[in-house]
């Protein structure tokens, strides 16, 4: 383990300015190259305490104008079209990369780190994802995964469409089953 003195606040890590211990690897491949974190030398201690105002100024600033483009996105709703099977299982996955590309679209602009999955998207449907535009501000946005931009409608409506898929099977099941036994008793 070694001491990383944080430049920024790390989710499930730290604030900005705690001397945390991380393992080597996290603090090699992740921490030190992004830029969030530093050694904890003596001459970067005394280095991060004599800049640590202008530190927290900016780490202010980047919150605020986070903040300003969290509330452009309050109830930003992305609709994707994807193909799908009869059972609504996607032909592959939605990733953070689409969801990124779908909201320049709308007019901003994210990068795919910033989109946080719980888990891929691999079914139609409405899924709530959280959007992390800094540290400290993250924002909720609805997915709507659909095979046509009606379907997407109806989704975003609430209508249930697996029910009416199934009622639409279920009539032309019986006007089947109704012509195949008009066919029978004319055959009699």
Same mark, same amino acid.
């Given at each position: 383990? %070694?001491? @990383? $003195? *944080?430049?920024?606040?790390v989710e499930k890590l730290g604030q900005m300015g705690d001397t945390v211990k991380v393992k080597p690897g996290y603090a090699r491949n992740f921490l030190l190259p992004s830029g969030r974190? $530093?050694? #904890?030398?003596?001459?970067?201690?005394?280095?991060?305490?004599?800049?640590?105002?202008?530190?927290?100024?900016?780490?202010?600033?980047?919150?605020?104008?986070?903040?300003?483009?969290?509330?452009?996105?309050? &109830?930003?709703? %992305?609709?994707? !079209?994807?193909?799908? &099977? /009869?059972?609504?299982?996607?032909? &592959?996955? @939605?990733?953070?990369?689409? %969801?990124?590309?779908?909201?320049?679209?709308? &007019? *901003?602009? !994210?990068?795919?780190?910033? @989109? %946080?999955?719980?888990?891929? $998207?691999?079914? *139609?449907?409405?899924?709530?994802?959280?959007?992390?535009?800094?540290?400290?501000?993250? !924002?909720? @946005? !609805?997915?709507?995964?659909?095979?046509?931009?009606?379907?997407?409608?109806?989704? #975003?409506?609430?209508?249930?469409?697996? #029910? /009416?898929?199934?009622?639409?099977?279920?009539? *032309?099941? #019986?006007?089947?089953?109704?012509?195949?036994?008009?066919?029978?008793?004319?055959?009699?």
């Amino acid at each position: 383990m %070694i001491d @990383v $003195i *944080l430049m920024q606040r790390v989710e499930k890590l730290g604030q900005m300015g705690d001397t945390v211990k991380v393992k080597p690897g996290y603090a090699r491949n992740f921490l030190l190259p992004s830029g969030r974190a $530093i050694r #904890a030398t003596e001459s970067n201690l005394k280095r991060f305490e004599s800049e640590r105002a202008q530190l927290e100024a900016q780490n202010l600033k980047r919150r605020e104008e986070a903040e300003r483009v969290a509330e452009r996105m309050e &109830g930003l709703q %992305i609709v994707l !079209i994807r193909s799908a &099977g /009869e059972s609504g299982a996607l032909y &592959g996955s @939605v990733s953070g990369r689409d %969801i990124a590309d779908a909201t320049k679209d709308a &007019g *901003l602009t !994210i990068t795919r780190d910033q @989109v %946080i999955l719980e888990q891929p $998207i691999k079914t *139609l449907g409405l899924t709530t994802v959280r959007v992390a535009l800094h540290p400290e501000v993250s !924002i909720p @946005v !609805i997915v709507n995964v659909a095979r046509s931009p009606e379907e997407a409608e109806k989704q #975003a409506r609430g209508e249930d469409l697996r #029910a /009416e898929q199934e009622a639409e099977e279920a009539s *032309l099941e #019986a006007e089947l089953a109704a012509e195949l036994s008009e066919l029978g008793a004319a055959r009699e």
